[in-house]
C-alpha cells in the first residue's frame, strides 16, 4: 500500500449539498494533489497543495476548494453539488513538486450525487 | 492545453498473447509516466521515462519513450489474467500535476 489513505471510501450526497473529502498523506511528502476520475476516463486535476499553499489549479470552478494543514493532511471541499459531480475522488502525495517524482494515490473516495 | 492520447480505448487478449498500448502527444513530452489501475482500485504507479529514446523494462513489461519524445509505448509480453485493468499514461507537467491520457483497458481471456 502507498500509505496515502482516504476518507470516507463511499458516499452519497443529495445534489445542492456540500462534501468534504479528507486525505492523508504519506509520511515525509509536502505535495498532495486531487483527482476527479470520472468513469471510464482519467483522473482529471483539480488543485495541488504545497506546504499548506495551493500552487496549481485544473479547469474546475471554485465550488471545488480546498485546504493543506500543516501535517500535510488535506481536505478538498465540494459545494453546490451536482449530479455531473459523481465520481471518484483522488488524492495523491508527492514528496516534492520535482518532475522526476511520482505520485502515490490512494484508494479514492467513490462519489455519488443524486 | 496539453493533451495526451491513447490507443486503443480497449484491447481483450487470450492468456498468452502479447498486449500493447500507444501514448501520444501532439508537443513534446518532457517525461511520461505510466500507471496500472486495478478494477475498483487506484493507479499504481509503474515506471518513469525521461531520456529520448529511452527503453525500460520490468519483467514482462517493456516501456519506451520515443526518439522525438512525443510518445511512448507499454508492451507486455505473455499477458497473465493479473494484468487485467487500465493502464494510464501521464506527462508530469512542471511544479503542478499530472495530466493523464484516457487509459487502455485491457482485458485477458483464460
Known amino acids: 500500500e502507498t500509505g496515502v489513505t482516504q476518507s470516507p471510501t463511499h458516499l452519497i450526497k443529495t445534489r445542492g449539498q456540500q462534501v468534504t473529502l479528507r486525505c492523508s498523506s504519506q509520511s515525509g511528502h509536502n505535495t498532495v494533489s486531487w483527482y476527479q476520475q470520472a468513469l471510464g476516463q482519467g483522473p482529471q486535476f483539480i488543485f495541488q497543495y504545497y506546504r499548506e499553499e495551493e500552487n496549481g489549479r485544473g479547469n474546475f470552478p471554485p465550488r471545488f476548494s480546498g485546504l493543506q494543514f500543516p501535517n500535510y493532511s488535506s481536505e478538498l471541499n465540494v459545494n453546490a453539488l451536482e449530479l455531473d459531480d459523481s465520481a471518484l475522488y483522488l488524492c495523491?502525495?508527492?514528496?516534492?513538486?520535482?518532475?522526476?517524482?511520482?505520485?502515490?494515490f490512494g484508494q479514492g473516495t467513490r462519489l455519488t450525487v443524486v | 492545453g496539453q493533451q495526451v492520447m491513447q490507443i486503443p480505448q480497449y484491447q481483450h487478449v487470450q492468456e498468452g498473447e502479447d498486449f500493447t498500448t500507444y501514448c501520444n502527444s501532439s508537443t513534446t513530452l518532457s517525461n511520461i509516466q505510466w500507471y496500472k489501475q486495478r478494477p475498483g482500485g487506484h493507479p499504481v504507479f509503474l515506471i518513469q521515462l525521461v531520456k529520448s529514446g529511452e527503453v525500460k523494462k520490468q519483467k514482462r513489461l517493456t516501456f519506451q519513450f520515443g526518439e522525438a519524445k512525443k510518445n511512448s509505448s507499454l508492451h507486455i509480453t505473455a499477458t497473465q489474467t493479473t494484468d487485467v485493468g487500465t493502464y494510464f499514461c501521464a506527462e508530469r507537467v512542471y511544479g503542478q500535476n499530472f495530466v493523464f491520457g484516457p487509459g487502455t483497458r485491457l482485458s485477458v481471456l483464460p
Open positions: 495523491a502525495s508527492s514528496p516534492g513538486t520535482a518532475m522526476n517524482t511520482e505520485a502515490f
